[in-house]
């Protein structure tokens, strides 16, 4: 995984351009949802800068993204498809969605939605991590859906959302934005119920980037989540933007490492970012005694330190260029 940065820079830019769907004669190059191939292929074509076809073709087939929804905790649920996640958290004052995938996969959305019991109209927030359309981009058909939910991102956020969708006007890949709704700040809460999100900002992936902290449960027993809003090093500007990456992941590195009530479970904007699809896959195993797949303070800190080591190379890069 030390190269993800490239594989969700490559992902969240380039399938703007492509076609939409996929003819079911052709092969898909994977079998399933693996993660280590997965990642493999964008590693490769982070490397490149080329999109393979038959890549392109899978991040646009509904049919080859599916997976199936799954409960992740007592209150939380994965609704996302293969390359992209979307999680809804149920509170005691009705649900909130983070993030909203993207055009062609927002029928997938609502439908995963309604499969773990969740109205889309019920709605009460939709938290939003960063601008880019595959996680902001089907923000409008849910507003049309959940009118009396509160959309929530950063003030960059949203000023990065809205330039990028006036960016696709008159493409094939257009998409629109909701109008701004609730401008959230670092260390602002939002509070539904019995849960509360901590907004953090972390800029790097984008300068709007925000990620989200709140608790989760297994039964009696209570865990810290946290979803870090990006991944990787996308547009980059300058260093100064890799040093917000680097400044950010420390600064969640410190997070897993608190005490007490540490961040012990990585809630990924990204299902191939760090095996969450093996790792659900365990869950329907799981004996009594034995611990919660995706309670792994030690894989996500060694996540972190991954791709903390991949933003100091690329620091170097961009220095060297004078940038």
């Known amino acids: 995984m030390r190269r993800i940065r490239q594989a969700l820079a490559a992902a969240a830019w380039s399938a703007c351009g492509l076609a939409a769907g996929a003819s079911p004669a052709l092969a898909q190059p994977f079998d399933g949802c693996p993660s280590a191939p997965i990642l493999e292929r964008f590693e490769s074509f982070g490397r490149s800068g080329r999109m393979p076809m038959e890549l392109g073709r899978w ?15 007592d209150d939380v649920f994965f609704v996302g498809v293969c390359w992209v996640s979307a999680w809804v958290v149920r509170t005691s004052a009705g649900p909130v969605l983070i993030d909203t995938l993207h055009e062609p996969h927002v029928d997938q959305l609502l439908a995963n939605l309604k499969r773990v019991g969740v109205d889309p109209s019920a709605l009460r927030y939709v938290l939003m991590t960063h601008g ?4 902001v981009g089907g923000a409008a058909r849910i507003r049309a859906l959940a009118p009396s939910a509160r959309f929530v991102m950063t003030r960059r956020g949203w000023d990065e959302a809205m330039a990028s969708a006036r960016q696709t006007a008159g493409t094939p890949r257009a998409w629109s934005m909701v109008d701004e709704d ?4 670092d260390g602002d809460t939002v509070t539904v119920g019995d849960t509360t999100f901590r907004v953090y900002e972390t800029p790097g992936h984008t300068f709007g980037t925000a990620s989200y902290e709140f608790p989760v449960r297994d039964g009696a027993a209570r865990h810290v989540a946290f979803t870090v809003g990006g991944l990787g090093l996308n547009a980059i500007q300058n260093s100064g933007q890799v040093e917000a990456f680097i400044a950010s992941l420390r600064r969640i590195e410190a997070l897993v490492a608190r005490r007490p009530d540490p961040v012990t479970v990585h809630l990924t904007t990204h299902p191939f970012s760090n095996g969450l699809i093996e790792a659900a896959a365990r869950l329907g195993t799981r004996g009594a005694s034995q611990p919660h797949p995706l309670v792994d303070p030690e894989g996500f800190a060694n996540q972190l330190r991954t791709l903390r080591a991949g933003a100091e190379e690329r620091l170097e890069v961009e220095r060297k260029a004078g940038r």
């Open 132 to 135: 880019h359309f595959d996680h």
């Open 182 to 185: 609730v401008v959230v700040a």
């Open 59 to 73: 991040l646009n087939d509904p049919k080859a993204q599916y997976i199936e929804p799954f409960r992740a905790f």
